[in-house]
């Protein structure tokens, strides 16, 4: 290093230390971190469908879970294990709500007759109407799901509502209460749920609406 112009006392001392520090082996370099632009890059997984994409219709929606199902056999046991929630306890209070209508809805009872003539029926007809609508759109929800827990808790839970329709003198005036009753007794009767009362017939009623002005 003596020859190199330009380096004093200190550089010539620096150059000798690097001059003998030992050389890195090809080993050293193996065992070294690697550098961060060496790490392989993840792979982003694909993006869920935007929602207005999924917006079909439920026959639709069947076919492509059936195409799934089919193209991909493992998530067979995920479709069979699939249990829809059912809020029930929100359709007993929709229902409960509708039953107060109608009471709401009585003419004032002047003379404490009870409102059971048909001055009264025809005032809230329509709401009775809402009331069969509702509870048999309910019924058919839950007995399709075939969870038998779920309908004992709907059929139970529809009996006090049922109870609190008002009832009129003339018995066809009643026949929507006892028809829903029937219904709920007999989807009830399938799984072993207690609900008494009800005199109407009731075969079709849990695959069909009601009519609700005998």
């Given at each position: 290093?003596?020859?190199?112009?330009?380096?004093?006392?200190?550089?010539?001392?620096?150059?000798?230390?690097?001059?003998?520090?030992?050389?890195?082996?090809?080993?050293?370099?193996?065992?070294?971190?690697?550098?961060?632009?060496?790490?392989?890059?993840?792979?982003t997984p694909p993006k869920m469908p935007a929602a207005g994409a999924l917006s079909s219709s439920t026959k639709e929606l069947l076919a492509l879970?059936?195409?799934?199902?089919?193209?991909?056999?493992?998530?067979?046991?995920?479709?069979?294990?699939?249990?829809?929630?059912?809020?029930?306890?929100?359709?007993?209070?929709?229902?409960?709500?509708?039953?107060?209508?109608?009471?709401?809805?009585?003419?004032?009872?002047?003379?404490?007759?009870?409102?059971?003539?048909?001055?009264?029926?025809?005032?809230?007809?329509?709401?009775?109407?809402?009331?069969?609508?509702?509870?048999?759109?309910?019924?058919?929800?839950?007995e399709k799901s075939g969870q038998a827990d779920k309908i004992k808790d709907f059929v139970e839970g529809c009996r006090g509502s049922m109870d609190k329709l008002h009832e009129f003198q003339d018995p066809s005036h009643n026949a929507t209460k006892n028809r829903l009753q029937a219904a709920l007794a007999k989807a009830g009767g399938k799984v072993g749920a207690v609900f008494t009362g009800g005199e109407g017939d009731a075969s079709d009623e849990s695959d069909t609406e009601l009519d609700c002005f005998p």
């Open positions: 290093f003596t020859g190199l112009p330009g380096l004093g006392a200190e550089g010539l001392a620096g150059a000798h230390v690097w001059a003998m520090a030992p050389k890195r082996t090809a080993s050293d370099a193996a065992m070294a971190t690697p550098s961060p632009t060496a790490k392989r890059l993840r792979q879970i059936k195409q799934l199902c089919v193209a991909h056999p493992a998530v067979r046991d995920d479709v069979r294990a699939f249990t829809p929630n059912l809020p029930i306890d929100k359709m007993l209070t929709e229902i409960q709500k509708v039953v107060g209508q109608v009471d709401k809805k009585l003419p004032y009872d002047k003379y404490g007759k009870g409102n059971v003539d048909i001055y009264a029926y025809n005032r809230v007809r329509s709401f009775i109407s809402n009331v069969s609508k509702l509870v048999m759109a309910h019924l058919k929800t839950v």
